[in-house]
């Protein structure tokens, strides 16, 4: 997917861009970029590839190649950004997060109003962000161009553009599918996807933009230039997986959601606890121990982490440049805590089951090291759809997902029919769903959480949840 910050400041911000920038690592692991406006120099640009190499190594040397009083930059699992555009509007740096689908559709619709044409990457695609700003630019104000270039994408856009006059723009997608958050201190404003990067960087909460809402940020402050809509549909999997554990989005903090969120499927749980009786509550690391430390608190059996994950010389699996050396490094990673497997039964939770690979992967290597037994749990509901409103662990397909794979198996198309009852444990067709995937994946016992436990650990009404990849509702 990706996440963004900028910042305006009375005396140079770069400094805090860069560290604001590599707060939001975890969001993505293609490029980065950073974008400055100074008064004498005008707007910079870099960006590199951080795929073999963490943010902060590929731009330490940001401080004697850019300056400025403003600046935005992004982690990005998508197109190089920020880019710098001239148009009627001015020259400006962009950057988006979130995802275009109807690409094509925009090309055709864009060449046939007004010409022009795009810098194509190599299978003839186009910079997702490129287009966001010709669209914009087909207004005559940044504010109208904006809205609709957002009423114009099927999925999601959040931006920020800063401008050639040092301000920056910032918008929250239409239906507030992500969040945008502003902070405050005495040297200036800034604006980040998470809001712990810039408390870190001495910033005040200073408010969070409503669904649709456009702002304009200075050293003073901010002014809103188009207000919030009324519907909002920010995405739970933001608590479940992959927002920050510090983090906050909606006044709901993320680790005590998933403490919440653990403590719901101990209580559902309950009776299977009675008869198993396992020795230890795991999480797989590292979104799903919060959620595995609130079923222990819970079920009063206690937390054990049974393997570390080593990463300080290989943070990311598939750094090595072929497929067999990734899977090597994927194990290579799990060190095992003899002590606390052999002989042990042992009930681990993980924030989410979407294709099963490296689970499975990690429950053999559990089995090799002598565990008794492995207990699942998943923190959320079975994934049905593959998400079609952000870039992040998007499925090509649907049958990329293991539930889905599983009803094929089982009823064939005709299974697709009846969704709703696999997601739910208590049915006949949910118990052979979970029966299934125990087999496939070496579970002693499988369970998910249901969707009325997210959202009532979540605790914002349901119809401001996006839940799409659970129950397939828009």
């Known amino acids: ?93 962009i950057t988006t997060i979130g995802v275009i689908n109807n690409q094509k559709e925009l090309l055709r619709k864009y060449f046939a109003s007004c010409g022009g044409h795009f810098d194509a990457m190599t299978g003839g695609d186009v910079n997702s962000t490129e287009l966001a700003a010709a669209l914009i630019d087909m207004k005559k104000d940044f504010v109208s161009g904006i809205k609709f270039a957002q009423e114009q994408v099927e999925g999601t856009l959040s931006l920020l553009i800063l401008t050639e006059n040092g301000t920056i723009i910032a918008a929250r997608d239409r239906l507030g599918r992500l969040p945008v958050l502003i902070g405050k201190n005495s040297n200036g404003s800034c604006v980040s996807f998470e809001s712990f990067a810039y ?30 809509g009324d519907q909002m549909r920010i995405c739970a999997f933001l608590w479940s997986y992959y927002g920050y554990p510090t983090s906050s989005y909606e006044g709901v903090n993320v680790e005590t959601m998933r403490y919440k969120n653990g403590e719901i499927m101990a209580e559902n749980d309950s009776k299977f606890l009675e008869i198993e009786k396992p020795d230890y509550i795991c999480g797989v690391p590292d979104s799903g121990t919060p959620h595995a430390i609130g079923y222990s608190n819970s079920s009063h059996v206690p937390f054990a982490r049974a393997f570390i994950k080593y990463t300080p010389t290989w943070p990311r699996s598939f750094m090595p440049p072929s497929q067999k050396d990734r899977d090597r490094v994927a194990k290579m990673k799990l060190v095992p805590v003899h002590e606390l497997i052999k002989d042990k039964n042992l009930l681990f939770v993980d924030d989410s089951i979407v294709r099963g690979t490296q689970l499975r992967e990690t429950v053999e290597f559990l089995y090799e090291n002598g565990a008794e037994k492995v207990h699942m749990r998943s923190a959320c509901p079975p994934i049905m759809y593959g998400c079609k409103y952000l870039n992040f662990s998007r499925s090509t397909s649907d049958m990329d997902l293991i539930a889905r794979r599983v009803i094929m198996e089982l009823e064939g198309e005709e299974g697709f029919k009846y969704l709703e009852e696999y997601a739910d444990g208590s049915t006949e067709r949910g118990k052979k769903l979970r029966k299934t995937i125990c087999d496939k994946l070496h579970f002693a016992s499988l369970d998910f959480q249901s969707l009325e436990g997210v959202v009532k650990a979540i605790g914002i009404d349901e119809c401001k949840l996006c839940t799409y990849c659970w129950n397939g509702k828009e």
Do not use: W
């Open 199 to 228: 408390k870190k960087l001495g910033y005040d909460d200073a408010g969070e933009l409503g669904p649709g809402e456009i702002v304009e940020i200075t050293a003073d402050g901010f002014r809103t230039l188009a207000p919030a």
């Open 1 to 93: 997917m990706g996440g963004f910050f900028g910042a305006v400041g009375k005396t140079d911000c770069l400094s805090d861009v860069f560290f604001g920038v590599d707060y939001h690592s975890h969001l993505g692991t293609r490029r980065g970029g950073l974008a400055a406006y100074d008064k004498e120099i005008g707007l910079q640009r870099v960006i590199h590839n951080i795929q073999n190499s963490p943010f902060r190594t590929k731009f330490e040397n940001i401080f004697s190649e850019m300056r400025g009083t403003s600046a935005i930059g992004c982690i990005s699992d998508t197109d190089p950004q920020p880019l710098l555009i001239r148009s009627a509007l001015g020259a400006y740096a």
